[in-house]
């Protein structure tokens, strides 16, 4: 199998990564050089890869194409590219419809689906969502991970609103420890014992026998404790609202592309 990345990326770096740790049947990797460093650096480390020398040689080489380009210039480099009959086709261009992809890619080809891979699949963590269920894409994602396929594009646009949530999580992390900075305690040993704290309470949501989120809430707080405190004033200031109507405008934002 030979796979190419048009968009050499945060996004393709960790998937390169993953791909070429977990997979070591891949015949050749191919990346697209607009970004010289990323590609570089994955060529030097990754025997199976190598930098194309357009997006054009990236499809050309490849029996599997990942479209990996932010989506306010995607049109502009998918429309102008050759694709063959026989490509597998997987975008992880965010918000982009699976009609509209069709539409640039102007041709049939063997499969086209949409993924929403997280940095974490370069250490064979996390999810993978792919729409519609998509062979090639779950043999691919599946080691890096978990691949969670969909059938439905409702739920696949939901999860992948979920998604967003991840700058907001450390967000919240950079607010506790600058408030115990404020407090007399050095940030970097605020960072560490938050770090130790949600990564303890990650493994807890992987291990508890709790079937809801509300359920681990009730676990973690001591009625009339300090968790519970906490809470009940996020929730009195409007954060549970706020981070709806996040959700919200993610999810209107991704349904007008």
Same mark, same amino acid.
């Given at each position: 199998?030979? &796979? ?9 770096? #960790? ?14 990797? &191919?990346? $697209? ?10 060529? #030097?480390? %990754?025997?199976?890869?190598? *930098? ?40 992880? !261009? ?36 792919? %729409?519609?269920?998509?062979? *090639? ?18 739920? %696949? ?14 967000? *919240? ?25 949600? $990564?303890?309470? #990650? ?9 809801? %989120? ?11 404790? &300090?968790?519970?405190? !906490?809470?009940?004033?996020? !929730? ?14 993610? &999810? ?6």
């Amino acid at each position: 199998m030979r &796979l190419g990345f048009v968009g050499t990326g945060i996004i393709t770096d #960790a998937i390169v990564t993953g791909l070429a740790t977990a997979r070591p049947d891949i015949g050749e990797i &191919l990346v $697209s050089p607009r970004n010289a460093e990323t590609a570089a650096r994955l060529a #030097a480390r %990754f025997p199976v890869v190598r *930098v194309a020398a357009d997006n054009q040689a990236v499809l050309d080489g490849a029996d599997v194409v990942f479209l990996a380009i932010r989506p306010q210039i995607a049109e502009a480099v998918i429309r102008p590219l050759a694709f063959r009959p026989d490509h597998h086709v997987i975008s992880v !261009v965010a918000t982009v419809q699976i009609e509209t992809l069709a539409d640039w890619i102007g041709g049939p080809v063997a499969g086209l689906c949409r993924a929403v891979p997280l940095p974490f699949v370069a250490s064979l963590s996390g999810p993978t969502l792919i %729409f519609p269920p998509d062979r *090639v894409a779950a043999g691919l994602f599946a080691p890096l991970g978990t691949a969670i396929e969909t059938d439905d594009i409702a739920p %696949f646009d939901r999860l992948a609103t979920a998604s967003a949530l991840m700058g907001t999580y450390f967000g *919240v992390l950079e607010t506790a420890a600058r408030w115990l900075e404020g407090n007399g305690v050095p940030y970097d040993q605020g960072k560490a014992y938050l770090t130790g704290l949600y $990564s303890g309470l #990650a493994h807890a949501m992987q291990t508890s026998p709790a079937e809801t %989120f509300e359920e681990l809430r009730h676990e973690f707080s001591t009625r009339g404790g &300090l968790n519970e405190q !906490v809470f009940r004033v996020f !929730v009195a200031h409007g954060g549970k609202t706020a981070l709806e109507d996040g959700l919200d405008a993610v &999810l209107a934002r991704s349904m007008r592309s």
